[in-house]
């Protein structure tokens, strides 16, 4: 079935103004804009008045309740693809479509499916249009077990299918980059939260809970993460596509703060942020197969080549996500109830 329409928005309100980059060339495509990255890009790259579709797996998605041009269409069909794309006939992709980034989505073959063949037709798709910028959201978890701030060229030791799907993935855009001349890369985003995250998340757990002045359990104190702000990842995106020079045609980019924050750190911030007086609880949560201890991100490549350097705290992020779900107390997130997308 081809692409369908939604019906019409209200929209939020996303605040980068001290961050204003400029927009990239439309008609631009959001592809996975009924997740939590993908739906932030869109609703951005909308306020700011770029001509921007979303195109969402399923219609109706809690992300994009309301909005205007949102097409609904499963990656995985070709014939799907090929009509959105001689109908809006874009000249900027962000695909952020993907499957096997949550616990509960296990089916190896549908990782394999989405992540990496559906991409080789839409590339190709995108390599018959001469011009088009395309910008693929890679993960961290490409990396895998060497995953204490390795650079983009170091060895990868993916340890889950999702992993190798994505790594996959980032050897087909250096293909298309370097050898079939599509102006494309790969940017590998590190833990990002923020405004309408999946509720069994982390950070809208921890926050749930802090409104209610306690911490949830947690697993392993010494744990880290690299917690990066979804308006920073919202912004190497659009930086990606107006500042790719030809030289990096195909390449990958790590999208983090490069700062390592150990789970205990986090309890720390958001006790003191909010004011909470429980002591955090440790190992009590299973970890889970695929977690490392040690997980942060090597950032200079992106700050040298498209001049992307993350900006939010994350004391100032968790702030402004809690926020966030104070004034809107009936989204999934901040109610707790499923977002998994």
């Known amino acids: 079935m081809g692409p369908r329409s939604l019906p019409p928005p209200p929209a939020p309100q996303i605040d980068m103004s001290e961050h204003r980059v400029s927009l990239p060339e439309g008609p631009i495509v959001v592809t996975g804009a009924g997740g939590f990255v993908g739906s932030r890009l869109f609703k951005y790259l909308r306020e700011n008045g770029a001509d921007v579709w979303a195109l969402a797996h399923e219609p109706g998605d809690w992300r994009l309740a309301g909005f205007e041009r949102v097409l609904t269409a499963d990656i995985t069909d070709s014939q799907a693809m090929a009509a959105l794309f001689e109908r809006v006939a874009p000249r ?22 989405t992540n990496y063949l559906a991409l080789a037709d839409i590339l190709e798709m995108v390599a018959q249009r001469p011009g088009l910028t395309f910008v693929h959201a890679g993960s961290s978890s490409e990396y895998g077990l060497n995953s204490d ?34 102006r494309c890369c790969t940017l590998r985003l590190y833990a990002v939260y923020g ?11 921890l926050l749930r809970a802090s409104l209610e002045g306690r911490l949830p359990p947690f697993v392993n104190p010494d744990i880290s993460r690299d917690f990066i702000h979804v308006d920073d990842v919202v912004r190497a995106f659009v930086t990606a ?11 990958a980019f790590n999208i983090g703060t490069g700062i390592e924050t150990r789970i205990c750190d986090l309890a720390e911030i958001t006790r003191k942020v ?24 090597d950032t200079r490549r992106a700050a040298a080549h498209l001049d992307f350097r993350s900006s939010i705290p994350l004391a100032e992020g968790l702030a402004k996500t809690r926020d966030w779900m104070l004034q809107n107390p009936d989204s999934p997130t901040s109610k707790g109830s499923n977002s998994a997308t």
Not at 197 to 203: A, H, M, V
Not at 241 to 247: E, F
């Open 149 to 182: 701030a390795p650079a983009e060229d170091a060895p990868t030791e993916p340890n889950s299918h999702y992993a190798v799907s994505k790594l996959g993935a980032a050897g087909m855009l250096r293909y298309f980059g370097r050898v079939r001349g599509v």
């Open 241 to 251: 596509a107006v500042n790719l020079a030809q030289k990096d045609w195909g390449t």
């Open 195 to 205: 405004p309408e995250e999946d509720s069994g998340r982390l950070i809208p757990t």
């Open 274 to 297: 909010f004011g909470v007086r429980e002591a955090p609880q440790y190992g009590t949560l299973r970890q889970r197969d695929w977690d490392v201890t040690r997980w942060r991100a």
């Open 92 to 113: 900027t992709v962000f695909h952020l479509a993907a499957y096997g980034a949550y616990s509960q989505q296990m089916d190896w073959r549908k990782i394999h499916a």
